[in-house]
């Protein structure tokens, strides 16, 4: 069992930055896939950017050369670093594990623990 808390969440303006940063729970926390998704109301859940056990990293398209994910296992923790943020970049954010050997890092069916979330809104 994996617990996932988000944190550094925010208001920023357009042309800013934020880290998000998701602190696991267990012992385990390197043999973990993370990922990011985030979600706006009325729309799916999306994937954001992914960080697999070996530290192989892949990005949508949306966010590519703006964000960077990144791992410490030391500190059983994921973070995301969100540079020249958009308005479209709005939503809650949500850390995501996976242990299995689903391949597939943009699935949000890869994951079976998931976050609470922390809002980002971002203002034009």
């Known amino acids: 069992q994996v617990q996932l808390v988000e944190s550094g969440g925010g208001l920023v303006q357009a042309g800013g930055s934020l880290r998000l940063s998701c602190a696991a729970s267990?012992?385990?926390?390197?043999?973990?896939?993370m990922g990011w998704f985030r979600q706006v109301p009325g729309k799916e859940r999306e994937f954001v950017a992914a960080?697999?056990?070996?530290?192989?990293?892949v990005y949508a398209d949306s966010v590519k050369g703006r964000f960077t994910i990144s791992r410490d296992n030391a500190k059983s923790t994921v973070y995301l670093q969100m540079n020249s943020l958009k308005p479209e970049d709005t939503a809650v954010y949500y850390c995501?594990?996976?242990?299995?050997?689903?391949?597939?890092?943009?699935?949000?069916?890869?994951?079976?623990?998931w976050g609470q979330g922390t809002q980002v809104t971002v203002s034009s």
């Open positions: 267990g012992r385990t926390f390197s043999m973990y896939d």
């Open positions: 960080i697999t056990r070996i530290r192989g990293t």
């Open positions: 995501a594990a996976d242990s299995s050997l689903e391949a597939n890092l943009v699935l949000t069916t890869k994951y079976h623990y």
